[in-house]
């Protein structure tokens, strides 16, 4: 929590262990049978599109939990916005986050996570999923800084947090599938 204040983004590797990263990959491929996602866009209301150049995901909103292993994540993500509240005194409201899954090939270009109904997104948070991931698989992490580009692979069990006002970041392409869990804490608009 203090990399959040200091330089505003924190890597954190072995967050949960292979048991809950087995479980929520296993949640996720239950969502994918059922027909939960979709293909995600770009922009809000009457300017929202489907752009696969910009943004090559798709994604499965985990508004209630489905899943044991979805619940004890949101717990846990609940603990640790308790904890940012206490130490950083940030206001944090509640989490949204969504599975997200990038065929081989796509990512996210740059950009920086605003809220289309306004500026309640605290913290960016992603959750790698992505077992037996080797360094030349690609479908980094790039997030901006000062001190120039930090690259983060998707390894699974890792959480990368970051304040989503600051950061401009990006999703490299992959040569494989690439998930992860995907969300942010949010302030009370």
């Known amino acids: 929590?203090?990399?959040?204040?200091g330089p505003?983004?924190?890597v954190i590797p072995d967050y949960a262990g292979a048991r809950l990263v087995q479980s929520l990959l296993t949640s996720r491929l239950d969502r994918q049978r059922l027909g939960q996602f979709q293909a995600a866009g770009v922009g809000v209301g009457g300017r929202h599109a489907i752009r696969t150049d910009i943004r090559g995901d798709r994604i499965a909103w985990v508004d209630e939990p489905r899943a044991v292993a979805e619940?004890?994540?949101?717990?846990?993500?609940d603990v640790l916005r308790l904890n940012l509240n206490r130490s950083l005194m940030v206001g944090l409201h509640d989490v949204q986050m969504?599975?997200?899954?990038?065929?081989?090939?796509?990512?996210?270009?740059r950009h920086l996570d605003r809220s289309p109904g306004g500026l309640d997104r605290v913290v960016s948070v992603v959750y790698y999923l992505n077992?037996?991931?080797?360094?030349?698989d690609g479908g980094?992490?790039?997030i901006e800084t000062d001190a120039g580009p930090v690259l983060v692979s998707p390894r699974a069990d890792t959480l990368?947090?970051?304040?989503?006002?600051?950061?401009?970041h990006a999703v490299l392409p992959a040569l494989r599938e690439r998930h992860s869990l995907t969300g942010w804490f949010h302030r009370r608009a």
Do not use: K, N
């Not at 929590?1 to 204040?5: D, E, F, Q, T």
């Not at 619940?71 to 993500?77: N, Q, S, Y």
């Not at 077992?131 to 030349?136: M, Q």
């Open 140 to 142: 980094e992490l790039q």
């Open 98 to 109: 969504h599975f997200a899954s990038f065929a081989p090939g796509f990512g996210y270009v």
């Open 131 to 136: 077992t037996e991931w080797e360094p030349g």
């Open 71 to 77: 619940a004890e994540f949101l717990a846990d993500l």
């Open 1 to 5: 929590m203090s990399a959040l204040a």
């Open 8 to 10: 505003g983004y924190a």
């Open 160 to 168: 990368v947090m970051f304040l989503s006002d600051r950061f401009i």
